[in-house]
DNA sequence: CTTGATGCAAAGGATTTGCACAAAT
DNA sequence: ATTTGTGCAAATCCTTTGCATCAAG
């Protein structure tokens, strides 16, 4: 099996479910996606493998229960990203105004400021937080250059 | 009319459209509503003064387009908030974990150092931020309390 | 073997749309 | 008058569920 799936396996098995081919087929597609996928686009691409929509939509929901993937909610339609054993602790995107793809974000520096703010939260609030999501929503550089003109930089 | 909605009247028609009675009336429902609503809701709330739901979808679409509205995605379900001429201008919320309520925020001193992430965020990406959403996922003092209790505190 | 997982199809729930009628400018 | 908005019901889209079968431990 792939070195990479060992972990999940033993999140799975940990939880009294079992590790079928079908979980490591949807993990897979989900690990070697660059994009964010949605339960039809993940069916899309497995279909040939003998693996139903509805199997898709309960894994993905048992994935999400133990924390393995993240789920986005854009216009009422959820996309998936690994959560855990994922290079970026924080996850930012951007939902782009214009294009409508949602953007990963590179938060590099950005997360001694979100510790400083999520520490400030906690206490003025008395909840514990244990996840955030953080959305811009705007343009996105392609579609920021193509309404203002690349020369119209400043 | 309500002094409130002027401003809303004004928008809507500045952008070519009508500001009938339901809009009005789906409005007010919002400003007067402590909590979040959903579509459904508000239309449970407005249905005997002879408004459909499909009313209501239709002019919550046109009201999140002007920016009137802003749109909270919670499982799949939108609910909605005014968005502009309210207090707050940075809309933080906490999604708790345990009763599954959406809470609003108190952002009082967390704009600062929102305004500082958001421009670190548009200089390092080359993007343009016209909005942010925060969805802390945590739980809140309520059922903090009750799963710790409320002696435990440190 | 026993229990949970699967595929399929049907059901469910939120949102959108087509259409004839009503209301706003 | 003309154009947009409306209510209703039907349609659509995403997601969940029931059930007989299959596969993992």
């Known amino acids: 099996m792939d070195r990479d799936l060992v972990p999940f396996k033993k999140m799975i098995e940990d939880n009294g479910n079992k590790f079928t081919i079908q979980k490591r087929t949807i993990l897979k597609t989900i690990m070697e996606s660059s994009v964010h996928l949605n339960a039809k686009e993940i069916y899309e691409k497995v279909k040939g493998e003998n693996i139903g929509l509805a199997t898709v939509y309960r894994n993905l929901k048992e994935f999400q229960e133990l924390g393995i993937v993240k789920e986005l909610n854009v216009n ?62 705007g343009l996105c550089s392609r579609c920021k250059e193509e309404r203002y003109g690349e020369t119209n930089k400043v």
Chains 1, 2 share one sequence.
Do not use: A, T, W
């Open 76 to 137: 009422g339609i959820s996309y998936y990203e690994m959560k855990i054993f994922s290079k970026k602790p924080l996850h930012i995107h951007l939902k782009c105004y214009e294009c409508d793809n949602i953007i990963d974000m590179d938060s590099s520096g950005i997360d001694i400021e979100y510790l400083k703010l999520n520490k400030m939260v906690e206490e003025k609030n008395n909840m514990e937080i244990f996840d955030i999501d953080i959305m811009f929503i």
